[in-house]
T-cell receptor, first 113, second 115 residues
Framework: RKEVEQDPGPFNVPEGATVAFNCTYS??????FFWYRQDCRKEPKLLMS???SGNEDGRFTAQLNRASQYISLLIRDSKLSDSATYLC??????????????FGAGTRLAVHP | ETGVTQTPRHLVMGMTNKKSLKCEQH?????MYWYKQSAKKPLELMFV???????ENNSVPSRFSPECPNSSHLFLHLHTLQPEDSALYLC??????????????FGNGTRLTVT
């Protein structure tokens, strides 16, 4: 089983649509969670952290369910500029004080006019 | 503008060549990472340096050799690579003492092609 699993997509949606991505992780020792965004042939960039109580950043809402080991990302009112690959990331922190981030393969989103 | 700079951006090398990838971070972070991203596969963690000490080596073949001379610089020395090593190599940094919520900051990556 993959450590972090995501639906690869692509999700093709019109501008203004609401789209949701899901992610599951296998390691119950995972301590923190993130969504990163990666544009074609570019490096990943942090989109938002994911907190247990759920959190929102503008049009983006992230949810975490530790019991089910499940993370979600909701994008409202999609823009053309939201087209990218969204990477689900879990972090395991080691006693040496460093963080090990495990990445999913990503979900591709294409927003069309 | 990225606080993590990687050079070169693109590299084509033969299987008998020796080359090095360079990464420099200007963020004052104390942990640095090498990741490999192959087509349609998740990022794979290769090496982690925390406080200039290698703390993780994820069963990476010995033809990849990392070096971290100080907390701002990280190298990946390459020799006798195989065509399947062609990929995007990403360097990242973080501040390890900010706890588990400390995100990674990535460089632009080096796109490596082995012929």
């Amino acid at each position: 089983r993959k450590e972090v699993e995501q639906d690869p997509g692509p999700f093709n949606v019109p501008e203004g649509a609401t789209v949701a991505f899901n992610c599951t992780y296998s390691n119950s020792a995972s301590q923190s969670f993130f969504w990163y965004r990666q544009d074609c042939r570019k490096e990943p960039k942090l989109l938002m952290s994911v907190y247990s109580s759920g959190n929102e950043d503008g049009r983006f809402t992230a949810q975490l369910n530790r019991a089910s080991q499940y993370i979600s990302l909701l994008i409202r009112d999609s823009k053309l500029s939201d087209s990218a690959t969204y990477l689900c990331v879990v972090n395991i922190r080691f006693s040496g004080g460093y963080n090990k981030l495990i990445f999913g393969a990503g979900t591709r989103l294409a927003v069309h006019p | 503008e990225t606080g993590v700079t990687q050079t070169p951006r693109h590299l084509v090398m033969g299987m008998t060549n020796k080359k090095s990838l360079k990464c420099e971070q200007h963020l004052g972070h104390n942990a640095m990472y090498w990741y490999k991203q192959s087509a349609k596969k998740p990022l794979e963690l290769m090496f982690v340096y925390s406080l200039e000490e290698r703390v993780e080596n994820n069963s990476v073949p010995s033809r990849f050799s990392p070096e971290c001379p100080n907390s701002s610089h990280l190298f990946l020395h390459l020799h006798t690579l195989q065509p399947e090593d062609s990929a995007l190599y990403l360097c990242a940094s973080s501040q390890s003492d900010r706890g588990p919520n400390s995100p990674l900051h990535f460089g632009n990556g080096t796109r490596l092609t082995v012929t």
